[in-house]
């Protein structure tokens, strides 16, 4: 039986298509949703930080303008419209020189340099292997780093969330806490490693490197 909910908020269908972000990257979402309040407590200038799945950059292009000409915003999606989506805002609001972009395979979303901070923001529900999905973004992390993975109530469910939870602390994640943010399930994640380098061990790198694509 079709639910008209399911058709609605497109679940169900796989990857997000691009022609779909208007319905929640839009300035009614920034009422409710500020993407500046929600990263304020992790990002600052001259960090470098990984966007995983950023759709067209809701959260891409404030984190450009925290990290400023010293920092550097990775976004890494699978679709290439979204990319040049991201282009296109980042070239209007003038931080296109912050932003590098990856075009990431289904099975390896990123494996660059580690990063300061992660965000994975209403997607995670999306991707097909999250034990895969976690190891490679905990390989990611520097030490100190941090990771913040958000899903929105409309799709997951809660128990599906604390499932997400499972997988990133079976993976080696660290759950630091879970804050309040509008519309998700939010949960503030560590690296699990001890250390200060801002290297990571080589036997805890994913052993195939991601496609990269800068455009």
Same mark, same amino acid.
């Given at each position: ?31 409710? *949703? ?11 200038e ?13 959260f ?18 699978? *679709? ?10 980042a ?6 020189? *912050? ?13 660059? %340099?580690p ?21 490679q ?22 128990? *599906?969330?604390?499932? %997400? ?10 759950l630091? %806490?879970?804050?309040?943010i509008?519309l ?29 694509? %800068?455009?």
């Amino acid at each position: 039986m079709i639910k008209w909910a399911d058709i609605i908020f497109f679940r169900k269908h796989g990857v997000c298509p691009r022609w779909f972000c208007f319905t929640f990257d839009n300035g009614l979402r920034r009422l409710v *949703q500020n993407p500046d309040r929600i990263i304020r407590p992790y990002v600052g200038e001259g960090d470098k930080v990984l966007d995983v799945g950023p759709g067209i950059g809701y959260f891409t292009i404030p984190m450009a303008r925290r990290v400023g000409s010293g920092g550097r915003v990775i976004a890494a999606d699978i *679709q290439e419209s979204m990319l040049r989506g991201i282009v296109r805002r980042a070239e209007r609001a003038g931080v296109r020189g *912050q932003i590098e972009l990856y075009l990431s395979r289904p099975d390896e979303i990123y494996s660059g %340099e580690p990063v300061d901070f992660i965000l994975s923001f209403w997607m995670a529900h999306e991707v097909p292997r999250l034990d895969r999905f976690f190891r490679q973004l905990r390989a990611a992390l520097k030490p100190a780093a941090r990771f913040l993975l958000a899903e929105p109530k409309l799709h997951v469910s809660r128990t *599906q969330f604390d499932g %997400e939870i499972a997988a990133a602390q079976k993976a080696g994640l660290a759950l630091l %806490e879970r804050p309040a943010i509008s519309l998700s399930h939010g949960a503030l994640f560590g690296s699990g490693r001890v250390g200060t380098s801002g290297r990571f061990p080589a036997d805890q790198r994913e052993e195939s490197p991601v496609s990269r694509k %800068e455009h």
